[in-house]
Nanobody, 124 residues
């Protein structure tokens, strides 16, 4: 069993910064990647940023490039999202996503887990 816990959200003003954290609990055979998604009211869930767990290669949505930085701490099983120069358009519920491999009857199988989501609100 794997559980993800998100923290660090809140209410800030435009131009401020926040750092989100997502820590996963439980043993995994292999951790492949962790990602951040977000969903604003009335909109579809969209990809924000992701990091390859092994290589630390990162990927960002165009809307957050240059402002957000995703990183991970292997020893702490934690992914971070540093959000700078926040805009009202960044207001959303942010979800942590974990892509991993688990040991199953057919060998290593891919699996996916989601956090409960954490609110980020940016006022103008």
């Amino acid at each position: 069993q794997v559980q993800l816990v998100e923290s660090g959200g809140g209410l800030v003003q435009a131009g401020d910064s926040l750092r989100l954290s997502c820590k996963f609990f439980g043993r995994t055979f292999a951790t492949y990647a962790m990602n951040w998604f977000r969903q604003a009211p009335g909109k579809e869930r969209e990809f924000v940023a992701g990091i390859d767990w092994r290589t630390t290669d990162t990927t960002y949505a165009d809307s957050v490039k240059g402002r957000f930085t995703v990183s991970r701490d292997n020893a702490k099983n934690t992914m971070y999202l540093q959000m700078n120069s926040l805009k009202p358009e960044d207001t959303a519920v942010y979800y942590c996503n974990l892509e991993l491999g688990v040991l199953g009857p057919h060998g290593v199988e891919e699996d996916e887990y989601w956090g409960q989501g954490i609110q980020v609100t940016v006022s103008s």
